[in-house]
């Protein structure tokens, strides 16, 4: 039981410091944060009726727990991409060329403004539907369904820069 | 554009998650900002002592004070003046002693003294409310019996709600904890008019307006400094009920969507 216990928090772990990560666009914040949300979770030991509800909650923590690090902070540091990416090793042009435009749309959506970024990353990266960001965000369903689409266009705006 | 997120996918999966042991993480208790938590308790839990005996301390003196007061020493013997703190069963006791024996001189009409002292605390009616506490709204409609509107859609980790009723007076007050976000909604049905709120939070008004929702509902919104601590009230009065919410650690647009939420009509029909 307790092996299943790791793998699924190593699973959450990995998804909750990713999604730190792209808002607070530092390491060793993301870090930090992430730890604090599974502290919490372990102290607060709630028994959730079902998986999806366990997986909000730790977004809807981290969540706050970064637009708590905006307020306290002044964390603006500038987004190393290469630095926290795993360098490829031993693959072919092909896959490094995609490596490389891989890297260079996460450094596009880090530009985004947070909401617009924390939205994208929830829909595309985590397939969560528009009902389950508005459960995590506690925005309205129409507002995420905006958002998303102005985050898009803003997108492809830093791209043509 | 979906080409475009696949790459994104690409590079997010290649993000270097650092390491962490599950272990550290369960063991909270070693962490430093739990270790603060748990020291604050202690200091807390000082404190109330320290408040418990402090009241406990001139209750004890009072209480001897008053029994030393009951106790009469006379030329004869002593008396003790006995009552159960009602003004028409109050007694005095007269006992006689003799150098051998003590006599009971049997019941005495009330000294002005004691009639005095009586006046003070018999007045006083306690009214007593029934307060029930719940953890679910499912659990509390069942017996709140009266409309009430509250947030549906707010997603929190805690929800503790207390549930006040006599005959003159209801009150819901629920207690919302929202990860670090706290939100508290009061709810009454007596309180309609005079309701000061600057005084009720002994909060100093920062700013202060209407916000009219989706619904046409206008709040009285008032931005508050309590304590070093900033929180948003927003209040509706409809017909003799005051709704108030009292929100800290979130920002306006947060305020604003529960706000929107409301849709009074549903629950105050006329």
């Known amino acids: 039981m307790a092996d299943i216990d790791e793998v ?91 490596k490389e435009d891989a890297f260079y749309v996460v450094s596009c959506v880090s530009k985004l403004p947070y909401k617009y970024r924390e939205i994208i990353h929830l829909f595309y990266y985590e397939n969560m539907s528009i009902e389950k960001i508005s459960k995590i965000t506690g925005k309205n369903k129409s507002t995420i369904q ?15 820069k | 554009m979906d080409e475009f997120f696949e790459y994104y996918k690409d590079g997010m999966d290649s993000l270097i998650i650092p390491d962490f042991s599950i272990q550290e ?108 506490s719940f953890d679910k709204w499912e659990d509390a ?28 007076f209801k009150l819901v007050e629920a207690s919302y904890i929202v990860d670090e976000k706290e939100l508290t909604i009061n709810y009454t049905h007596f309180l309609s008019e005079g309701w000061d709120l600057s005084s009720d939070y002994n909060a100093e008004i920062v700013n202060q307006y209407t916000y009219k929702n989706k619904y046409g509902y206008e709040f009285g919104v008032m931005e508050c400094q309590y304590e070093d601590v900033n929180k948003i009230i927003a209040v509706a009065y409809i017909k003799d009920d005051v709704i108030q919410l009292s929100f800290s650690g979130c920002d306006d647009s947060a305020v604003y969507e529960i706000l929107d939420e409301f849709n009074l009509s549903v629950y105050f029909i006329s």
């Open chain 1, 8 to 98: 699924k928090i190593r699973k959450y772990y990995s998804k909750i410091y990713k999604f730190v990560y792209m808002q607070v666009k530092n390491r060793e914040d993301a870090q930090d944060i992430t730890q604090e949300v599974f502290y919490q979770y372990f102290d607060k030991n709630i028994v959730f009726p079902d998986v999806e509800r366990e997986k909000a909650w730790l977004f809807t923590v981290a969540r706050n727990k970064c637009k708590n690090h905006w307020r306290t902070c002044w964390y603006r540091k500038i987004f190393d991409e290469m630095e926290n990416i795993s360098e490829p090793k031993d693959i072919s042009e092909n896959e490094y060329e995609r």
């Open chain 2, 25 to 132: 993480l369960k063991d909270v208790r070693q962490h430093e900002k739990y270790a603060k938590r748990r020291k604050l308790e202690c200091v807390i839990t000082t404190v109330v002592i320290s408040l418990a005996l402090s009241v406990a301390t001139p209750a004890i003196g009072y209480a001897a004070y008053v029994a030393h007061k009951k106790l009469h020493f006379t030329l004869h013997g002593f008396r003790v003046d006995s009552s159960n703190q009602s003004q028409s069963d109050a007694v005095v006791h007269k006992y006689a002693y003799n150098g051998t024996e003590l006599s009971d001189e049997g019941i005495d009409k009330i000294p002005t003294y004691i009639q005095e002292d009586l006046s003070t605390d018999v007045t006083d009616v306690q009214e007593y409310t029934k307060v029930s």
């Open chain 2, 141 to 168: 409609l069942e017996l709140i019996d009266f409309p009430i509107a509250y947030p549906k859609n707010i997603q929190y980790s805690e929800l503790k709600i207390v549930y006040q009723s006599d005959a003159s």
């Open chain 1, 146 to 160: 905006t958002q998303l689409d102005r985050g898009r266009k803003l997108l492809k705006k830093i791209m043509i």
